[in-house]
């Protein structure tokens, strides 16, 4: 089993043209191609062991670790260290000068498939055998204060089919990190999952063959896979609806369509020329906002019921306060007040005489049904 070759700067001074390549039946390799002469180093595949590990391993487990092969690899963000995924579940990380593995951990007990990383270089979705993708968070590789020799990976998620136990050819994630996409093995279906809930997104249908390598727009919210069978590339994309609204805010949108009654003139190209005449006459209009229009029969007929416009009572009125407010037997307008008793900083200030009529205490004991004592419908009432 083999993977494609990886480009990547690995070094800062000078500028290498490196690739990493997992070979099938034999150990990896390390060639750099930047110079005149091709240049190949041989990868470990062994995981790595401390001294008292190797003091104590049995004759099987030196031989199970000297028949390990590496199946995937992969180059971090940076280029100064290669992941690599070997047959029995195991995953070493290797530095790229040296050659020399720094740490290995053991993640599976089936072949490991794929790897894949995001952009940042701190999360890894892994594939294996065993039909579980699992997704780790990696420390900062990079970092002079990382201690290869203790640091654990973290597991965070695991994506399966327990119901029909899929198999997965491919992973891929998306330039967040926020999905998962994964081909199935005999199957032509791509599964979607969010990683912050670990939950499957959609089910995407492709065409009637197996699809093999996924991959995701590093960009734009595209998906590209290979057949199988034909090698046809088929794309997935996301289709974003039109919103004019966006564009033109008094622009209304509708679902379906709606019958609109237009008006003679309401689509009628009219000179500019009228346009602008018709407003200089409406702004030499004069306004007369002193004329008192005498009210209408039926208004004074409400009015002096105590009702509204829409044949109730007004709120805290009576009809003979209201009537005798707004039409009394002079012509003068008073305006009709309403005392809020709760308000009132002394509760015996204010009593009630009658339906709709308050006066104050001191009022109703001087002169109590007195005319000369103010009402609340009078102007000077309060």
Request: net charge negative.
């Amino acid at each position: 089993m083999s993977t494609p070759p990886t480009e990547h700067r690995a070094d800062k001074s000078c500028y290498s043209l490196l690739f990493a390549a997992a070979l099938f039946d034999d150990q990896p390799v390390l060639v750099d191609v930047a110079g005149p002469e091709t240049n190949k180093r041989i990868l470990p595949s062994a995981p790595k062991r401390t001294d008292a590990e190797r003091e104590n391993a049995t004759e099987k487990q030196l031989a199970q670790d000297a028949k390990q092969l590496t199946t995937v690899t992969t180059f971090s963000p940076s280029g100064y260290h290669i992941i690599a995924g070997t047959n029995k579940g195991w995953l070493n990380i290797i530095d790229t000068e040296t050659c020399e593995t720094q740490h290995s951990e053991r993640l599976s007990s089936n072949l490991i498939i794929s790897i894949r990383l995001t952009p940042s270089g701190r999360d890894m979705v892994l594939n294996s055998s065993d039909r579980v993708v699992r997704t780790l968070h990696l420390p900062d590789l990079d970092d002079k204060n990382v201690d290869f020799d203790n640091f654990r990976l973290e597991n965070e998620h695991k994506y399966q089919d327990i119901v029909n136990r899929l198999s997965w050819n491919h992973v891929a994630t998306s330039p967040t990190g926020e999905y998962i996409v994964a081909s199935i093995y005999m199957n032509h279906h791509l599964y979607v999952w969010e990683t912050g809930h670990s939950s499957l997104e959609k089910i995407l249908e492709g065409p009637r063959e197996e699809l093999s390598f996924v991959e995701w727009h590093p960009h734009k919210p595209f998906l590209a896979a290979s057949g199988m069978d034909t090698g046809h590339v088929y794309v997935w994309s996301v289709v974003a609806p039109q919103r004019w609204s966006a564009l033109a805010p008094d622009f209304m949108e509708v679902e379906e369509n709606v019958e609109y009654a237009e008006r003679e003139d309401e689509f009628d190209i009219q000179p500019a020329e009228e346009i602008q005449k018709r407003i200089m006459n409406q702004e030499d209009e004069d306004i007369d906002v002193l004329t008192i229009e005498e009210p209408s029969a039926s208004t004074r007929a409400r009015h002096a019921a105590g009702e509204d416009a829409d044949g109730s009572m007004p709120n805290g009125y009576h009809g003979r306060a209201l009537g005798a407010g707004i039409l009394g037997g002079d012509d003068a307008f008073r305006m009709p007040v309403v005392l809020d008793l709760e308000q009132s900083d002394d509760d015996d200030d204010v009593i009630a005489i009658g339906p709709g009529e308050f006066r104050r205490k001191e009022w109703a004991l001087d002169g109590a049904g007195d005319e000369g004592s103010p009402a609340v419908g009078d102007a000077g009432g309060s």
